[in-house]
């Protein structure tokens, strides 16, 4: 791919039939928006839905959030006709949902030739969890992928387990998902998601732990969300300023023939200059730095 695609903390769905709803949601502070073609609309708007998806991307402009389209199913009758309707410059990413295996993402990478649109697998099946490095090196465009979480959603169907809040029930599966996905070098992890909409603070220490496993953002379902998982997903100001001593530090003991030095009471040597660099990047990428 030659473009870098944007960073994403907070991916909030929108049903595709809805025209008001996701001209609200483009104008929001979510960093990227999912048009859902797939399980959110209701039986027969598929035609509406599609062409509220097409009008919404020829009217995209690049200060909105990122595209992405839920698309149905491959395999089923609607893929075809779903991916039609977004096959478009303002595309960022078509999200496959009910992944089991890398021959569907190959299906859409040939789907989507001749754009720059990325591809984010859905892992929403046991198998999606067991194969998601071979789902993550089907195609150079997968971008965005990670361990799903929804409450009596698909894949805790698939894999029987019983949601709590804590979600201990899910943490290897997301811990797996995201070991292989960044094994994969997939730049931008994303999981998710927080169902009950009324909890915050369920959500903050979801979200937290969401961060702290390693993931750069997270699926979210209603705009209430959106400030919460910003904020979660972005270095603080105090961090960039301890990133930017660091590598001060770092080029200060070089110069003088040193490696591993003290610093704030810290052994510091390569690896931190390397973590410090990479996190100032990230920042950058967001806007922040």
């Known amino acids: 791919m030659n473009s870098e695609p944007p960073p994403i903390r907070s991916l909030l769905f929108v049903p595709a039939n809805r025209a008001d ?22 039986r027969g708007a598929a035609a509406e839905a599609r062409a509220n998806v097409r009008h919404a991307l020829e009217g995209h402009t690049p200060d909105k959030a990122a595209v992405f389209v839920r698309v149905s199913a491959v395999g089923t009758d609607d893929f075809a006709p779903d991916v039609e309707a977004c096959r478009h410059p303002s595309l960022t990413t078509l999200m496959l949902p009910q992944v089991v295996g890398p021959d569907e993402v190959a299906t859409a990478d040939a789907a989507l030739a001749g754009t720059e649109a990325r591809i984010m697998p859905l892992v ?7 194969l998601a490095y071979e789902l993550a090196t089907a195609s150079d465009r997968v971008a965005y992928m990670g ?38 070098s997939v730049p931008n992890p994303l ?16 979200a937290q732990q969401t961060r702290q496993l390693g ?19 972005s270095p603080t100001a105090e961090e960039i300023a301890a ?12 110069a003088q023939g ?3 030095f003290r610093h704030q009471g810290r052994l510091i040597d390569q690896a931190h200059l390397l973590t410090a660099q990479q ?11």
Not at 21 to 30: F, I, N, P, V
Not at 124 to 130: K, L
Not at 243 to 254: C, D
Not at 279 to 289: D, E, K, P, Q
């Open 21 to 42: 709803r996701m001209q609200k949601a483009l104008a929001s502070e979510a960093d990227g928006v999912v048009f859902d073609l797939e399980s959110a609309i209701p």
């Open 124 to 130: 929403e099946t046991a198998s999606a969890v067991r």
């Open 147 to 184: 361990g799903a979480t929804g409450r009596h959603g698909d894949l805790g169907r698939s894999v029987g387990f019983q949601w709590s809040p804590e979600g201990t029930e899910t943490l290897y599966l997301r811990q797996k998902v995201l070991i292989d996905v960044r094994s994969a």
């Open 191 to 206: 999981s998710g998601l927080w169902g009950t909409v009324d909890d915050l603070d369920g959500l903050t220490g979801f």
């Open 215 to 233: 993931y750069e953002g997270m699926m979210i379902i209603h705009p209430t969300h959106i400030p919460i998982v910003n904020q979660i997903f």
């Open 243 to 254: 990133w930017n001593q660091l590598i001060a530090a770092v080029e200060e003991h070089e």
């Open 258 to 260: 040193v490696g591993a």
């Open 279 to 289: 996190n100032l990047s990230r920042a950058t990428r967001l806007g922040l730095y």
